[in-house]
């Protein structure tokens, strides 16, 4: 997937587009998003589908209003430094056309598409923090088409939490410093509210091209009974993450057993030191120290970090969320068969 490359020169594409702004009074409450900016991204993500696609947005960040009012998409490319400075020509060439022709060319965050919901990853949150270093205001537009294909627009806006920023930047996503600053793993992503928004003339338009039938072959297939497939590939996703996770733990379990070996062999050392210094104090000796900085047990053993499962455990909510919901309509469905078939 293409993500935000740097420009030649060491400089990357935002700080050659973008100015470092003070920070706003007043938090994000809602997304504004132009109709024609959400058609370009479902068409994109659409069009190219199971691949995954990203693509900049442009707009203006108004008070406690973030409004995305044009889009544009990333090339495919592949992932080595020529393509990517490639990708950075591009994106600076096509915000200078859009300057040209009097269109926001204001970068306000990023889109991407997924693979039903499958986007809460290590990639996700770096190109959050490269966008943060340079606009403090940023979102990321989800887009998932196999939900959509359920009669769901999948779309929403999201960004990291104030608190999940502070302790990356620092590198705390200790054990320690994640119970200090009370932060779980639902406190990562922070999901903001998105209005469409459409001129009166557009809105007037859509009135027209309305059919005169209220009914259409779209809402008879939101009356299919089976949706097998679609729950099939969310419980392998889901099997695959819970595999993730027993991983994840297999890990803390490795670094706790090695934190207390070494613990009981810092005692014993610590303990036959003060043997042997009793005895050179007996000997009228100087004691030795208990603290031996050059003795590989005493060199502190890394923490490993708790990223990978907070992400891990996102995902596996959000697997589960999908099949309630799905699950719920199955029934809702059957139900209504049923009544009709009684009757």
């Not at 090339?75 to 393509?83: L, Q, S, V, Y």
């Not at 859509?206 to 009914?215: A, G």
């Not at 000997?283 to 970090?305: M, Q, R």
Request: hydrophobic residues 35%.
């Amino acid at each position: 997937m293409a993500n935000p490359a740097p420009a030649a020169g060491g400089r990357s594409f935002l700080q050659a587009v973008s100015t470092v702004t003070e920070e706003a009074p007043s938090p994000l409450r809602v997304v504004q998003m132009e109709g024609l900016a959400v058609l370009k991204i479902i068409k994109h993500c659409e069009e190219f589908a199971p691949a995954l696609v990203t693509g900049q947005l442009l707009g203006l960040d108004v008070g406690s209003v973030l409004e995305v009012t044009n889009c544009f998409p990333f090339p495919m490319r592949e992932d080595d430094e020529e393509a990517d400075a490639d990708g950075a020509n591009y994106q600076l060439e096509m915000m200078r056309c859009l300057r040209e022709v009097n269109v926001d060319n204001n970068t306000v965050g990023w889109y991407q598409s997924c693979l039903l919901g499958s986007f809460q990853t290590v990639e996700l949150i770096e190109t959050f923090m490269n966008y943060q270093e340079n606009i403090r205001r940023c979102v990321c537009i989800v887009y998932d088409p196999s939900r959509s294909n359920q009669g769901v627009l999948a779309l929403k806006a999201l960004k990291l939490t104030d608190s999940f920023m502070d302790l990356y930047r620092n590198n705390g996503l200790t054990g320690e410093k994640l119970r200090e600053k009370k932060l779980s793993w639902v406190d990562i992503f922070e999901e903001i509210p998105i209005k469409v928004s459409n001129s009166a003339l557009v809105s007037a338009f859509m009135t027209e091209l309305e059919p005169e039938s209220p009914v259409s072959q779209c809402d008879f297939d939101r009356l299919k009974l089976s949706t097998a497939p679609f729950m099939e590939r969310n419980l392998e996703f889901l099997i695959g993450c819970m595999d993730d996770l027993s991983s994840e733990q297999n890990k803390f379990q490795y670094y706790y057993r090695n934190l207390s070996r070494q613990q009981s062999q810092q005692q014993a050392w610590l303990q036959k030191r003060r043997q042997e210094n009793m005895a050179r104090k007996a000997a009228g000796e100087e004691p030795l120290p208990e603290e031996d900085p050059s003795n590989p047990i005493f060199k502190p053993i890394p923490e490993p970090s708790r990223l990978e499962g907070y992400l891990v455990t996102n995902q596996i909510s959000s697997y589960c969320n999908h099949i309630n919901g799905v699950a719920g309509q199955n029934f809702n469905r059957l139900y209504l068969m049923k009544a009709l078939q009684e009757d």
